[in-house]
């Protein structure tokens, strides 16, 4: 492997400031950032805007005009490889001349997976890999998760008092946490390919799940809105279908012919031991219509459901500062444990304050 100069991190470090522009827009794409160096100043910028637009490196590279000949190339993504909706980007840097190309990453879509490096290569243009491959990776799990597995990566978002629970025994949970955390939950469904609910929630709260006051621009783009609903129970006049954007119902293949003039898409999918809607089935109809990530917003036992499949790659508790007490629920409904050590454990890789609130971020151990 290349030994990276301070001067290369500093360089891949504003390819990524660049890439995560797109964090909001890029969906189904990655989000990629690209920088065009000529001893050692900067010549051209560009970061993918969104799907269908041109890539990061023909916008770097028509910023730079003729300075590209000779230049060493900073992109955080593997180069593109195939003629898709854009031409490809290796074609576009093998014409302009360029010298060097550092890439953070290999591209996961097998389609591109080291293609794109080798055709460089090819060209007689050096290749190195692997600067700062840890938060370009960040930047893409979702994208990444898709094409290694075909499931979208799944956030659980819980709101929940400090004794862990979710909500009074009467149902009552607006608000349990502040404005600032709530703002903050609509700028992450911003992020989000889909936004994913249960009936039994959709029935108590009548949730939007609609992207409102998250300060970006999406572009135009709005997240699928997901509900799973095993006995099709959707109400026809649920406040969603009155929002902008697509709203998707799954339920057990069985229940379909029952959907009659729903103001959805309806799906389909097995049913799992309980006779709910299959959580494994769920995911892959969803990857299989390009979600790279999904924010689950859910009541405790679609929670704990997702929890018990290991289907939840991150937990993110929004922890407010107030006791609810025995009676309320628990934030999650998980099967009776014999044995501490049988207990699901979690790595904590975030804490701040939001607002009056604690923002934490777990990852499964």
């Known amino acids: ?175 349990i946490t502040g404005p600032a955390a709530r703002a903050d939950v609509h700028r992450l469904r911003a992020e989000m ?30 997240p699928l809105r997901v509900v799973l609903d095993s006995k099709l129970r959707m109400p026809a006049d649920a406040r969603m279908f009155a929002e902008a954007g697509e709203t998707l119902v799954f339920t057990r293949e069985d229940r379909v012919a029952h959907a009659g003039s729903m103001q959805a898409s309806v799906v389909g999918v097995a049913a799992d031991a309980n006779g709910r809607v299959d959580l494994t089935a769920v995911l892959q109809e969803l990857g299989r219509r390009l979600c790279n990530d999904v924010l689950v917003e859910a009541g405790p036992t679609l929670a704990g459901s997702f929890i018990a499949a290991g289907l939840a790659d991150e937990v993110l508790v929004y922890l407010a500062p107030m006791l609810l007490g025995a009676d309320a629920k628990a934030m999650v409904q998980l099967p009776a444990l014999q044995r501490l050590s049988d207990a699901r454990r979690f790595g904590l890789h975030e804490c701040v304050q939001v607002g009056t609130d604690l923002k934490l971020r777990y990852f499964p151990a």
């Open 1 to 175: 492997m290349s030994s990276f100069t301070e001067f290369d991190r500093r360089m891949m470090g504003r390819a990524l400031e660049l890439a995560d522009l797109g964090r909001f827009t890029t969906h189904p794409n990655p989000r990629v950032g690209c920088v065009i160096v000529q001893n050692e100043q900067i010549v051209g910028e560009g970061w993918h805007r969104k799907w269908g637009e041109p890539h990061a490196e023909p916008l770097a590279l028509g910023a730079a005009g003729a300075a590209a000949q000779g230049s060493t190339v900073y992109v955080t993504l593997e180069p593109h490889s195939y003629q898709s909706r854009t031409p490809p980007c290796t074609t576009a840097l093998i014409n302009a001349g360029v010298r060097r190309v550092i890439c953070a990453t290999l591209d996961p879509n097998p389609q591109v997976h080291g293609d794109g490096v080798r055709l460089l290569r090819e060209a007689g243009i050096q290749v190195d890999e692997g600067l700062l491959a840890d938060a370009a990776h960040a930047l893409n799990a979702g994208f990444e998760k898709r094409h290694a597995t075909g499931m979208p990566r799944v956030i659980l978002k819980i709101a929940a008092s400090l004794d862990g629970r979710v909500a009074l025994a009467t149902g009552e949970s607006r608000w």
């Open 193 to 222: 390919s889909a936004v994913l609910t249960g009936i039994d929630t959709v029935l108590a709260d009548d949730p939007q799940l609609t992207v409102r006051d998250a300060g970006v621009d999406l572009l135009g783009r709005r």
